[in-house]
């Protein structure tokens, strides 16, 4: 039988949708939808004064900047892991590459804990550290340090695919025709790769604008160094029974995600267009 784009696996396009908009709403139109209308409890005058306290915007400024410092370090290096996962053979490559997925599986608590004692001032890489000066645990360095761990696979799972189907010979000709390899890179290479690691660039910033686990026991959690986050905040808004003013940050939140991820699937349609043509 000739294979028509009619034709489908499995049948019953009513059920099928009907599963689709159940879970979804269930899973995510619901949530938060509770979000906004728990926020629309405060006036306007409330909200601002909610979400403008000096402890909120230090949590704001903590989260972002940290978030942003982070993404940046996982954009350069998420790269240079790709490109060597998927240009170069050596022993270990499987194991290593399954490595890269380890974030995701680990409990975020478990690994906000060990870079906690790790980097400690008495711990394995925070003592030979903190002789040169360097305190990481319970600093904002300490948070930019968990949100690259938990931040690293959403790059390099981002640009793998696109290195892997990048055709070589676009490479080959740049040098026969005199590019430096530095040219070759940033003229030939990097245009390809620029939505795939703009795409894992926003993932792993809106990860750690929201990140809890991992960095709330390297952080600190101090208001006088401003080490606070926006999760913690919100966990400590919802121990006070103060649900508006939770999830008036929540809210905050979800407007700014939403924003990079429409970022983002604006660059995933503009690339696939330019590939289409």
């Known amino acids: 039988m000739k294979y028509t784009n009619k034709t489908?696996?499995?049948?019953?396009?009513?059920?099928?949708?009907?599963?689709?908009?159940?879970?979804?709403?269930?899973?995510?139109?619901?949530?938060?939808?509770?979000?906004?209308v728990y926020s629309?409890?405060?006036?306007?005058?409330?909200?601002?004064?909610?979400?403008?306290?000096?402890?909120?915007?230090?949590?704001?400024?903590?989260?972002?900047?940290?978030?942003?410092?982070?993404?940046?370090?996982?954009?350069?290096?998420?790269?240079?892991?790709?490109?060597?996962?998927?240009?170069?053979?050596?022993?270990?490559?499987?194991?290593?590459?399954?490595f890269i997925e380890l974030p995701f599986?680990?409990?975020t608590a478990v690994a906000g804990i060990t870079l906690s004692k790790l980097y400690a001032e008495d711990g394995l890489l925070g003592k030979p550290i903190s002789i040169l000066g360097i305190k990481v645990s319970y600093t904002k360095l300490g948070i930019i340090v968990a949100l690259v761990f938990v931040g690293?696979?959403?790059?390099?799972?981002?640009?793998?695919?696109?290195?892997?189907?990048?055709d070589g010979s676009y490479e080959e000709a740049a040098c026969m025709l005199g590019a430096s390899q530095r040219q070759t890179f940033f003229k030939v290479v990097l245009p390809e790769l620029r939505p795939a690691v703009l795409t894992g660039f926003g993932l792993a910033f809106a990860r750690g604008i929201g990140e809890y686990g991992s960095v709330i026991y390297?952080?600190?959690?101090?208001?006088?160094?401003?080490?606070?986050?926006?999760?913690?905040v919100i966990m400590q808004k919802l121990g006070y029974i103060d649900y508006a003013g939770a999830t008036a940050i929540a809210l905050v939140m979800l407007i700014i995600s939403f924003l990079l991820l429409l970022a983002i699937n604006i660059i995933q349609v503009k690339q696939q267009s330019r590939v289409n043509v």
Not at 152 to 166: A, D, G, N, T, Y
């Open 152 to 166: 690293i696979p959403f790059v390099v799972r981002s640009v793998q695919p696109v290195l892997e189907k990048m």
């Open 8 to 36: 489908r696996v499995i049948p019953g396009f009513g059920l099928n949708m009907g599963i689709v908009i159940t879970m979804l709403s269930v899973i995510v139109l619901i949530p938060l939808v509770s979000v906004l």
């Open 40 to 98: 629309l409890k405060l006036s306007p005058a409330e909200f601002i004064e909610t979400i403008t306290r000096e402890s909120v915007r230090n949590a704001f400024v903590t989260s972002i900047g940290c978030s942003l410092v982070a993404a940046i370090i996982n954009s350069i290096f998420g790269v240079i892991m790709a490109w060597t996962l998927v240009r170069y053979e050596f022993p270990g490559k499987r194991l290593i590459d399954g």
């Open 105 to 107: 599986a680990l409990p």
């Open 218 to 232: 390297i952080s600190g959690n101090s208001k006088k160094e401003k080490t606070q986050v926006l999760s913690y």
